[in-house]
């Protein structure tokens, strides 16, 4: 295994729950009141520091999507998911590419 290189971001940042890594921009916040099959969460465009678990087939909100687990680069914690493709035709499509981060795994820190 390489080196491990952290993007670090300038401004205010929502970083891990567990080892307060920087994960994303709260510029990149999409929206704050997501809700999703286990508890509430933040829909992102963009984050960082994170690795990819396998693409998977999960149900959410009743319609199967295809996501990946994400996890912080550093601890290991899962911190939330990306869409990588949802249901053909239904009004989920802007959500792919997108990024959910789960409010208890996370938190918000002010520059």
Known sequence: ?????????????????????????????????????????????????ITFGPNEEKMILSEMHTIADIFCC???Q?????YVAT???NNHKC?????VLEKGHIFFVQA
């Open 74 to 76: 550093c601890c290991g």
């Open 78 to 82: 899962i911190v939330g998911w990306k």
């Open 1 to 49: 295994m390489g080196r491990l290189f952290l993007v670090d971001l300038e401004g205010k940042t929502v970083n891990c729950k567990i080892c307060k890594t920087q994960l994303a921009l709260t510029n990149n916040l999409m929206l704050k009141d997501f809700i999703c099959h286990k508890e509430k969460a933040y829909l992102f465009r963009n984050v960082v520091n």
């Open 87 to 89: 249901p053909y035709g």
């Open 95 to 99: 959500k792919e590419g997108n990024f």
